[in-house]
Antibody, heavy 120, light 107 residues
Framework: QVQLQESGPGLVKPSQTLSLTCTVSGGSISSGGYYWSWIRQHPGKGLEWIGYIYYSGSTYYNPSLKSRVTISVDTSKNQFSLKLSSVTAADTAVYYC????????????WGQGTLVTVSS | DIQMTQSPSSLSASVGDRVTITCQASQDISNYLNWYQQKPGKAPKLLIYDASNLETGVPSRFSGSGSGTDFTFTISSLQPEDIATYYCQQYDNLPQTFGQGTKVEIK
């Protein structure tokens, strides 16, 4: 059973960089067949796709965030990470890491989500 | 970006009722559509992929249909544990986009 777990600060100051890591267990990021994704959900709102990465390092970002987002992968640690720079209060959200099938693009495994609040 | 419009935004139905949610894409997305269930405080759960395929382990009372721009998600007999918000998601074009959600409640 694949499991994903987000980790990182729950509070980030405005203008700083939000950094989260997702640790994958029960399966290898390097096995192929999947994209490793970040999705966020503003409080009480819908879902927003941030982007994803393949184990080879190929990345795909939401154009609305592209100038501020970096997703990276560390296959040796079976982890992938999100960095979002120059954050504002509008970036306050629950951030999910997840696994996306390359074939169906179904997001079949999700982390529990972590709330990141941007506030001074 | 492809806009996904779900309706209704919320609904109230009785246990055993048939529930239908629609999702309309702003352009043709073939069958590149998935459906998710999200319970309060939890991550979404994939129910249907490629518009009509039931994810492994998902009860057969859930189903999906459609192609092109118009899609339907159905719960054939609503159960108390189905109380949740349901989202459609297109993956024809990046960025992947989600509908705004449909909140299902018990009457």
């Amino acid at each position: 059973q694949v499991q994903l777990q987000e980790s990182g600060p729950g509070l980030v100051k405005p203008s700083q960089t939000l950094s989260l890591t997702c640790t994958v267990s029960g399966g290898s990021i390097s096995s192929g067949g999947y994209y490793w994704s970040w999705i966020r959900q503003h409080p009480g709102k819908g879902l927003e796709w941030i982007g994803y990465i393949y184990y080879s390092g190929s990345t795909y970002y939401n154009p609305s965030l592209k100038s501020r987002v970096t997703i990276s992968v560390d296959t040796s640690k079976n982890q992938f990470s999100l960095k979002l720079s120059s954050v504002t209060a509008a970036d306050t959200a629950v951030y999910y890491c997840a696994r996306t099938s390359r074939k169906s693009k179904g997001i079949d495994y999700w982390g529990q989500g972590t709330l990141v609040t941007v506030s001074s | 970006d492809i806009q996904m419009t779900q309706s209704p935004s919320s609904l109230s139905a009785s246990v055993g009722d048939r529930v239908t949610i629609t999702c309309q894409a702003s352009q043709d997305i073939s069958n590149y559509l998935n459906w998710y269930q999200q319970k309060p405080g939890k991550a979404p759960k994939l129910l249907i992929y490629d518009a009509s395929n039931l994810e492994t382990g998902v009860p057969s009372r859930f189903s999906g249909s459609g192609s092109g721009t118009d899609f339907t998600f159905t719960i054939s007999s609503l159960q108390p544990e189905d109380i949740a918000t349901y989202y459609c998601q297109q993956y024809d074009n990046l960025p992947q986009t989600f509908g705004q959600g449909t909140k299902v409640e018990i009457k």
